[in-house]
């Protein structure tokens, strides 16, 4: 049930497919007069149901805050988030976005934060307290999620005195204890092993069978992408390419649809733009074969240079390169 103020925000449904839709999410931190960073510059795409969805990017390119801001943990700048019953969670009181993201919304966190001092069990039990469950539910869905997950022998066990893979398992098991229809994982593969990682993610695809469930899986762990439906890429707080599934995760071009966004902007992979030669400026014509672009006029390099190191990770930038090969973030020149 939902108060007056909620049922204004809830539009129609979704479309049937869809289990969410992200419509121009725009992040600004910082408060005014201090430096800000613009983390998220305008995101739209959609989750379908019992899709997983990947979003893949290097560090900093805004995948930590665009899951945080569609479960309406962190209020967007601007732009909105709907679910398939019509809510705009962005729109919601913030003490209603509590109970409605306990019903609907399962969060797998890298740190799996788990509480210390609880058992497995009870680890996964908490979100059914918080709404109320009965005792006897709360005991048949937990043994029922244990099961599944094959953790069911370390029940009693503390998070400390199981393995990393266990924990991971448990912080699973907790995300999906009050039957949600979204699951957002953020680096859930980060603290495991590839073996761990592979399970996993397989698991991921046999509960989206069994439950239904739909998941936006960011990371930049590339076997990700093997696994989801669908993979978009991020960077610098923009989706600039969509992937289906079977990527080869060390040659995107391969398998990349070049995104225009809800702007219109298109943003051009980064050895395009090498191979481009950091030219400012093109000329474009339709042929035959499509769009042609030709740069017009090469960038001078006595009015500015590339950086040397990358501002995000502080690599060295060989020469002719455009995006950081560590952390893959994208580089900008430094005009003198
Ligand atoms: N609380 C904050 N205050 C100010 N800037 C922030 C804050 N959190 C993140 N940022 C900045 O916003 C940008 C996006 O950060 P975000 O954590 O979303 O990236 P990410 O893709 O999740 O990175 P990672 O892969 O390292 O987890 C980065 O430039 C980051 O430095
Ligand atoms: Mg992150």
Redesign the pocket.
């Known amino acids: 049930m939902y108060s007056d103020i909620t049922r204004k925000i809830q539009l129609d449904p979704l479309p049937e497919h869809l289990a969410l839709q992200a419509i121009d999410i725009y ?1 600004v ?2 408060l005014e007069h201090q430096n800000k ?1 613009v ?2 510059k305008g995101v739209s795409f959609d989750i379908k149901k019992s899709e997983i969805l990947g979003i893949i ?12 801001s569609l479960g309406g943990m962190l209020k967007p700048s601007a732009g909105q988030v709907f679910y398939a019953d019509g809510i705009d969670i962005t729109k919601m009181p913030e003490e209603e976005q509590f109970e409605y993201r306990r019903n609907n919304i399962g969060y797998v966190f ?1 740190e799996q934060n788990l509480i210390p001092f609880l058992s497995a069990e009870k680890n996964i039990e908490m979100p059914m307290r918080l709404i109320n469950t009965n005792r006897s539910k709360r005991k048949q869905r937990v043994k029922e999620l244990m099961e599944i997950l094959g953790i069911w022998h370390r029940r009693a066990h503390t998070p400390q005195r199981i393995s990393g893979g266990e924990q991971q398992r448990v912080a699973i098991a907790r995300a999906l204890a009050n039957n949600p229809n979204l699951i957002f994982a ?2 859930p593969t980060g603290n495991v092993d590839i073996e761990t990682s592979t399970q996993i993610l397989e698991l991921f695809n046999e509960l989206k069978e069994d439950l239904g469930v739909s998941y936006l899986i ?3 762990d590339p076997i990700v992408g093997d696994f989801s439906d669908r993979t978009l890429e ?1 960077r610098d ?1 923009i989706l600039i390419g969509e992937h289906l599934q079977d990527i080869d995760l060390t040659d995107l071009d391969s398998s990349r649809f070049l995104v225009i966004d809800n702007q219109n902007r298109i943003t051009l992979p980064e050895n395009a733009i090498s191979e481009l030669e950091g030219a400012l400026l093109y000329t474009w014509s339709m042929t035959e074969e499509g769009i042609l672009l030709k740069p017009l006029r090469k960038y001078d390099k006595s009015k500015g240079r590339k950086i040397k190191n990358c501002t ?1 990770c502080g690599a060295d930038i060989p020469k002719g390169v455009y995006s950081c090969p560590r952390c893959g973030a994208k580089l900008t020149r430094v005009v003198r």
């Open positions: 992040h931190y910082g960073v983390a998220l990017g290097p560090s900093g390119s805004g995948k930590s805050t665009l899951l945080l890298q953020d680096e960011c990371s930049h991020i707080g995000t």
